[in-house]
């Protein structure tokens, strides 16, 4: 056995300050480089958002061709943003060409199957009903859950999906659900799809929770939003 | 089981200490049999198996499949050429980390510039971009290859490896497209009544034309042996 250890050759140790500093020199070099890319491309990718963003407002909510972001402050008010001002958008109203209120555009986000999906809805005031969706962000499983955004059978649930508020004004009639694929019955259920149920559901669970919260607001200052344009232009 | 792989990969490639080195010709900065080698002979998907992941799951359309090969090549291109500028000044107890930092810096790189040439792409490739870190194709050239080269030498080892990776994507990507969508980079080319086969953009899909491209690699190779 003593003689096999001595046939293997010691390799020579490197001393842990030569390592350290090593990992070091290169951590330093690749967070420069990560630092320099990340801003040189800023404006760039920010600006590619916003386009994607403003396009989706207009995808999402039917013969909108203007829109003004709001804020919603501490009291439950929303407010408009004027040019240059920022802030927490909590929904984008959508004009036609007259100033006349389209509907408005909300993002909500929520729990998928592989990390949290970011979409952006459309809701028209008059007909009570989402009438546009569009996935903003979502990591789910390439063919099976990225099916929420691309299959036309699903994408068909939200041309007209009621969102009702009850009597009261402070909660949706119905709420919102996914059923089983070909199990929609009412207005207010999403066709789910077989093979991304539980990212379908997701949907169902996200659009559910922001109407509750969002549409009581929507409604109740719809006058509001809709003077907004003639404020600001 | 890693290290297996690794040093598995490249029994081809020797250490460029030799004396021959001396002189070194400018034909030497860039090798055209190390560029021939990963496109075709040692081809890292048709041949190596390697780089699965990607291969299976982003192929489902041919426009994923080049952006990713594309990506991956960057990756492997840069890091090659970092691992191989930095060779000496790595120590062998950290090689492996520190190659790992490098390609993640990479990749984290790639990811910001996907975003800033096509929200869309970004969008369509998802999470398989941040996935590129763990590939074992590019921690293989690294190991295997770029520690031991020159950085000519490792750039056209990772070109040819990058474009070899990126064609065996879009052979893979082109088949599953055609037959599971109908289409080849969104121009519809099948038939209004031609029933798309739904399994070829599944995973089950990437297994059974790998399968296919397999055996006709193979095929091709063993009728040239003989």
């Known amino acids: 056995m003593n003689k096999v250890h001595k046939d293997i050759p010691k390799q020579a140790q490197t001393s842990s300050s030569k390592m350290l500093l090593a990992m070091a020199g290169i951590g330093a070099v690749c967070a420069l480089l990560i630092a320099f890319v990340f801003e040189t491309t800023l404006p760039r990718r920010e600006s590619l958002k916003e386009e994607a963003l403003q396009q989706a407002i207009f995808k999402v909510v039917p013969n909108g061709k203007k829109s003004i972001a709001f804020v919603l402050n501490d009291e439950g008010i929303l407010a408009p943003l004027g040019d240059g001002e920022k802030g927490e958008v909590a929904l984008y109203a959508a004009y036609d060409d007259n100033g006349v209120l389209q509907g408005v555009a909300i993002e909500a986000t929520g729990q998928g199957y592989a990390d949290l999906i970011k979409v952006l809805y459309g809701y028209s005031l008059e007909r009570e009903a989402i009438v546009g969706h569009y996935v903003l962000e979502s990591k789910e499983t390439p063919g099976l859950g990225d099916r929420i955004e691309k299959d036309e059978r699903f994408l068909t649930n939200f041309k007209m999906l009621s969102a009702r508020l009850d009597a009261s004004g402070k909660q949706l009639l119905h709420p919102i659900v996914t059923v089983k694929e070909g199990r929609k019955q009412q207005t207010w259920e999403i066709d789910g799809m077989t093979g991304a149920t539980i990212s379908s559901r997701a949907i169902g669970d996200i659009l559910n929770k922001s109407c509750q919260q969002m549409l009581p607001l929507v409604q109740a200052q719809k006058e509001q939003i809709q003077n907004a344009y003639g404020n600001l232009n | ?226």
């Open chain 2, 1 to 226: 089981m890693l290290m297996e792989t690794l040093t598995k990969v490249a029994p081809k490639n020797t250490p460029d200490s030799s004396p021959k080195k001396k002189g070194r010709k400018p034909a030497d900065l860039l090798s055209n049999d190390e560029f021939i080698k990963g496109l075709w002979r040692e081809n890292p998907v048709f041949v190596q198996v390697l780089g699965m992941c990607p291969v299976l799951a982003v192929t489902n359309t041919a426009e994923n499949a080049l952006a990713m090969g594309l990506a991956t090549s960057f990756v492997l291109l840069m890091s090659n050429v970092l691992v191989s500028s930095l060779r000496n000044f790595i120590p062998k107890e950290v090689r492996i980390s520190s190659y790992i930092l490098i390609i993640a810096t990479f990749v984290t790189i790639i990811d910001y510039v996907i975003q800033s040439i096509s929200v869309e792409l970004h969008k369509s490739l998802g999470a398989f971009i941040s996935l590129i870190v763990v590939n074992c194709l590019i921690l293989s050239r690294a190991e295997a290859f770029a520690s031991k080269n020159t950085i000519g030498k490792s750039v056209s080892d990772a070109l040819g490896m990058g474009m070899g990776f990126t064609f065996a994507l879009l052979c893979l990507g082109v088949v599953r497209e055609l037959l599971g969508s109908g289409s080849i980079f969104g121009w519809q080319l099948m038939m209004d009544n031609f029933q798309t086969w739904i399994i070829m953009i599944l995973p089950a899909g990437g297994f059974f034309t790998l399968a296919l491209w397999l055996l006709l690699f193979n095929g091709l190779q063993l009728k040239k042996s003989k």
